[in-house]
């Protein structure tokens, strides 16, 4: 494996987890804005979440 196909294989590696990572950020909100309830825990989860995302990259 070439060190191009190494290096586009991480990449897309880091992006299919930011991407997994937003889909849970908005399904967390989407569902408290609905139920009227749980909003405070889902900014909590999605600030926790964020902050170890950014200690990645």
């Known amino acids: 494996m070439s060190y191009e196909q190494m290096k586009y294989e991480k ?3 880091h992006r299919e987890q930011i991407a997994t990572m937003l889909t849970t950020f908005y399904d967390k909100a989407e569902e408290a804005l ?3 309830e ?4 889902a900014l909590e989860f999605i600030g926790i979440k964020s902050d170890e995302m950014l200690q990645k990259i």
Do not use: A
Not at 38 to 41: I, Q, R, V
């Open 11 to 13: 990449y897309l590696k």
């Open 34 to 36: 609905q139920s009227g």
């Open 38 to 41: 749980g909003m405070e825990e």
